[in-house]
């Protein structure tokens, strides 16, 4: 850094030759140093503001920041790259990669999420989730949000009856009922979702009612919604799971999930700086009570639904009923080694089958009317010559398998000259002879054409054994009383 008196003699060097290069000759030093101090002295003293340089994508900078307002930020560079090409953007993907994290960084501070810390109340709300622990082990966690205390156990499912009872065991261990319990929407607790509205199972209405809660649900994919949960699940599989693992079967995993969580409950927690177990104490005294009885959870007979197939899935296994059930709701049981499926309004058994592995299906013929038919692929028109021969009835259709069997390359142009048969000779004697043609096997338009030319005269080949029926002229009949001698005479008379 130059002193102030250099910066002087600098200044008057530069007056007396007014050039840079010849005042850094006269005071030792760069040309550029004298360039700087001069801008500087006539700016004021100033440091004079440097330049914006020229970037090679700025010809795409608007098309980048419409894309990303128009997809809320979430399209890729990636994605947007192919069109920045095309648009003119000669530049690297790297430096793209620039330009696109500088848009969404700029999109995302006028658009904030409007996420706020959490301010529970005592009593409040349960958090539930389920987590995945690997080695066919699923994770139920629960959190009591204001004191933090923490429930976690494992199954070997996450159907409804499962997560149904595991709410009701930590109810049972916390002493008392929140207000509402906060869960994701489980399939197994959701019946449906209309306008946004989740709207939860019958089963999880009864059991609510029984504990006197209130459902509540997070919006859907929305992880941030319920987070004091998710860490809970994150927190289970990295302190409990990773280091124990593998358990060697359920009853040692909830064991482990006990001890763990009387663990963790008994120390102090970094968000609340509390200890859960003793906050706890006070909230229960805010809690609803729990009820005398503990409710039945699960269905107490198995029940299935006759699906289109005539079957019900039972043990991941099929197994057939008669047809007529198709929509009906039936009880499946298992008695002295048979799989009896009944009625549930009079309890007649419907069908009874032998038990079958996983992934097999035990299918009787009596349920459906005799046995299996051949796969029969009906003919499909798509053209209007196809549709007028096909309207010829099933004799037309019989002809047009054969010939299309037979390797007949020609069918298509046979059927044009079928319509010319059909306009020439017209419908019953075309079927006429579209039958002879399929008795015979005869396969070709030429074929018919021939026996059209034929005629009526052709011999009637008929089965043996069969009745000859021939097809007489009509003529008209008289009675008996028109041949009288009388009547005779006056016919030979008129003659």
Same mark, same amino acid.
């Not at 006269?26 to 003293?45: F, N, S, Y």
């Not at 690297?92 to 500088?102: D, E, K, T």
């Given at each position: 850094?130059?002193?102030?008196?250099?910066?002087?003699?600098?200044?008057?060097?530069?007056?007396?030759?007014?050039?840079?290069?010849?005042?850094?000759?006269?005071? =030792?030093?760069?040309?550029?140093?004298?360039?700087?101090?001069?801008?500087?002295a006539l700016a004021g003293d100033k440091a004079p503001g440097r330049k914006r340089r020229d970037r090679n994508y700025d010809a795409v900078a608007d098309l980048v920041a419409k894309k990303v307002e128009n997809t809320s930020g979430k399209i890729?560079?990636?994605?947007?790259?192919?069109?920045?090409?095309?648009?003119?953007?000669?530049?690297?993907?790297?430096?793209?990669?620039?330009?696109?994290?500088?848009?969404?960084?700029?999109?995302?501070?006028?658009?904030?999420?409007? @996420?706020?810390?959490?301010?529970?109340?005592?009593?409040?709300?349960?958090?539930?989730?389920?987590?995945?622990?690997? =080695?066919?082990?699923?994770?139920?966690?629960?959190?009591?949000?204001?004191?933090?205390?923490?429930?976690? @156990?494992?199954?070997?499912?996450?159907?409804?009856?499962?997560?149904?009872?595991?709410?009701?065991?930590?109810?049972?261990?916390?002493?008392?009922?929140?207000?509402?319990?906060?869960?994701?929407?489980?399939?197994?607790?959701k019946g449906g979702v209309v306008a946004n509205k989740v709207i939860p199972t019958a089963d999880y209405v009864r059991f609510a009612s029984h504990y006197r809660f209130r459902p509540d649900w997070c919006e859907a994919a929305d992880p941030e919604?319920?987070?004091?949960?998710?860490?809970?699940?994150?927190?289970?599989?990295?302190?409990?799971?990773?280091?124990?693992?593998?358990?060697?079967?359920?009853?040692?995993?909830?064991?482990?999930?006990?001890?763990?969580?009387?663990?963790?409950?008994?120390?102090?927690?970094?968000?609340?700086?509390?200890?859960?177990?003793?906050?706890?104490?006070?909230?229960?005294?805010?809690?609803?009570?729990?009820?005398?009885?503990?409710?039945?959870?699960?269905?107490?007979?198995?029940? @299935?639904?006759?699906?289109?197939?005539?079957?019900?899935?039972?043990?991941?296994?099929?197994?057939?009923?008669?047809?007529?059930?198709?929509?009906?709701?039936v009880s499946v049981v298992e008695s002295g080694g048979r799989l009896l499926i009944a009625d549930m309004a009079t309890g007649e058994v419907v069908a009874d089958h032998a038990p079958i592995a996983p992934g097999q299906a035990s299918v009787l013929?009596?349920?459906?009317?005799?046995?299996?038919?051949?796969?029969?692929?009906?003919?499909?028109?798509?053209?209007?010559?196809?549709?007028?021969?096909?309207?010829?009835?099933?004799?037309?259709?019989?002809?047009?398998?054969?010939?299309?069997?037979?390797?007949?390359?020609?069918?298509?142009?046979?059927?044009?000259?079928?319509?010319?048969? @059909?306009?020439?000779?017209?419908?019953?004697?075309?079927?006429?002879?579209?039958?002879?043609?399929?008795?015979?096997?005869?396969?070709?338009?030429?074929?018919?054409?021939?026996?059209?030319?034929?005629?009526? =005269?052709?011999?009637?080949?008929?089965?043996?054994?069969?009745?000859?029926?021939?097809?007489?002229?009509?003529?008209?009949?008289?009675?008996?009383?028109?041949?009288?001698?009388?009547?005779?005479?006056?016919?030979?008379?008129?003659?």
């Amino acid at each position: 850094m130059k002193s102030s008196g250099e910066v002087m003699d600098i200044i008057a060097a530069y007056r007396e030759v007014g050039t840079y290069r010849g005042a850094a000759q006269m005071c =030792g030093t760069t040309h550029k140093t004298v360039k700087r101090i001069i801008e500087k002295a006539l700016a004021g003293d100033k440091a004079p503001g440097r330049k914006r340089r020229d970037r090679n994508y700025d010809a795409v900078a608007d098309l980048v920041a419409k894309k990303v307002e128009n997809t809320s930020g979430k399209i890729s560079a990636k994605r947007l790259l192919p069109l920045a090409k095309a648009a003119g953007y000669t530049g690297s993907a790297r430096n793209f990669r620039r330009l696109v994290a500088a848009q969404k960084k700029a999109w995302r501070q006028g658009h904030h999420r409007g @996420r706020r810390p959490a301010v529970w109340a005592p009593g409040e709300m349960l958090v539930i989730d389920w987590g995945n622990a690997g =080695g066919g082990l699923h994770v139920f966690c629960a959190v009591l949000a204001w004191s933090r205390y923490r429930f976690v @156990r494992f199954a070997d499912n996450e159907r409804a009856a499962t997560t149904l009872a595991l709410p009701a065991e930590c109810f049972e261990e916390l002493g008392g009922v929140p207000k509402a319990v906060l869960a994701d929407r489980m399939g197994c607790l959701k019946g449906g979702v209309v306008a946004n509205k989740v709207i939860p199972t019958a089963d999880y209405v009864r059991f609510a009612s029984h504990y006197r809660f209130r459902p509540d649900w997070c919006e859907a994919a929305d992880p941030e919604s319920k987070g004091i949960v998710e860490n809970l699940v994150g927190y289970a599989k990295r302190d409990l799971v990773v280091p124990q693992a593998p358990f060697n079967d359920l009853m040692a995993a909830n064991v482990a999930a006990r001890q763990w969580c009387a663990e963790v409950n008994t120390v102090v927690h970094s968000e609340i700086c509390a200890i859960p177990l003793e906050r706890l104490a006070a909230e229960r005294e805010v809690m609803g009570a729990l009820p005398s009885l503990r409710p039945q959870i699960g269905t107490p007979a198995v029940t @299935r639904k006759v699906d289109k197939l005539s079957c019900v899935r039972f043990g991941s296994a099929r197994y057939s009923v008669p047809t007529r059930w198709i929509g009906a709701t039936v009880s499946v049981v298992e008695s002295g080694g048979r799989l009896l499926i009944a009625d549930m309004a009079t309890g007649e058994v419907v069908a009874d089958h032998a038990p079958i592995a996983p992934g097999q299906a035990s299918v009787l013929d009596e349920h459906y009317g005799g046995p299996r038919p051949a796969p029969r692929r009906a003919a499909r028109a798509r053209t209007e010559t196809e549709k007028a021969f096909l309207a010829l009835g099933p004799i037309a259709e019989t002809f047009l398998a054969g010939s299309a069997a037979s390797g007949n390359t020609r069918l298509a142009a046979d059927l044009v000259e079928m319509a010319a048969l @059909r306009a020439a000779h017209g419908d019953e004697q075309l079927r006429t002879a579209l039958e002879r043609a399929v008795a015979f096997r005869r396969r070709r338009a030429e074929d018919v054409r021939s026996i059209l030319a034929a005629g009526a =005269g052709t011999a009637q080949v008929r089965p043996p054994g069969t009745a000859l029926v021939l097809k007489l002229p009509q003529v008209p009949t008289r009675p008996l009383s028109d041949y009288t001698l009388d009547k005779l005479e006056a016919i030979e008379g008129a003659w």
